[in-house]
T-cell receptor, first 113, second 115 residues
Framework: SQKIEQNSEALNIQEGKTATLTCNYT??????LQWYRQDPGRGPVFLLL?????KEKRKERLKVTFDTTLKQSLFHITASQPADSATYLC????????????FGKGTTLSVSS | DGGITQSPKYLFRKEGQNVTLSCEQN?????MYWYRQDPGQGLRLIYY???????QKGDIAEGYSVSREKKESFPLTVTSAQKNPTAFYLC??????????????FGQGTRLTVV
């Protein structure tokens, strides 16, 4: 069965630096990958979606890449701020459950001032 | 404002009792989902529904039941058969698009604690 893995449970960086989070998937490439932000005690919020034929997608300080050769997506936050501290989840189509998504365990980002 | 509402935010249950978590959406989405989240674990799919009056088991459906009698509503019942029900429960909805091209909208979650 397909899996989606976020290798780092936690990432600590200083304000102003670029945070880079990794998401790896197994088996066949998904047509799309999605990234969400989750704050403690709250539901995830959608951030970005990237298609398999897109190398890169940007939204303000966020950038996502999709490398089908490496079976990997990278999520970058440039000029990071303490307010960016949260858990970031990547997701792909479950593929055995209609339009449901399967999520990675997430990477908790802490940005210190 | 459009959105997805879960209630209650916190719920306490005695062992052996069934309890129902509410999920309502006014986004006019066809698909709705229930996920469970435990510390250090990702979101795990309990049940999903692509359309009214139809629902399917997800990866961890044992000990849970759902209904989908209205498009806006997808309640989840945690039964006494669920061995470890203490968790954070998340309801989500999405429109129908193909191959994962559909972002999910989540509620704020219900934290269930068995006492």
């Amino acid at each position: 069965s397909q899996k989606i893995e976020q290798n780092s449970e936690a990432l600590n960086i200083q304000e102003g630096k670029t945070a880079t989070l990794t998401c790896n998937y197994t088996n066949y490439s998904p047509a799309y990958l999605q990234w969400y932000r989750q704050d403690p005690g709250r539901g995830p919020v959608f951030l970005l979606l990237i298609r398999e034929n897109e190398k890169e997608k940007r939204k303000e300080r966020l950038k996502v890449t999709f490398d089908t050769t490496l079976k990997q997506s990278l999520f970058h936050i440039t000029a990071s701020q303490p307010a960016d501290s949260a858990t970031y989840l990547c997701a792909r189509l479950h593929n055995q459950a209609g339009t449901a998504l399967i999520f990675g365990k997430g990477t908790t980002l802490s940005v210190s001032s | 404002d459009g959105g997805i509402t879960q209630s209650p935010k916190y719920l306490f249950r005695k062992e052996g009792q069934n309890v129902t978590l509410s999920c309502e959406q006014n986004l006019n989405h066809d698909a709705m989902y229930w996920y469970r989240q435990d510390p250090g674990q990702g979101l795990r799919l309990i049940y999903y529904s692509q359309i009214v009056n139809d629902f399917q088991k997800g990866d961890i459906a044992e000990g849970y039941s759902v209904s989908r009698e209205k498009k806006e509503s997808f309640p989840l019942t945690v039964t006494s058969a669920q061995k470890n029900p203490t968790a954070f429960y998340l309801c989500a909805s999405s429109i129908w698009r193909d191959r994962g091209n559909t972002e999910a909208f989540f509620g704020q979650g219900t934290r269930l604690t068995v006492v």
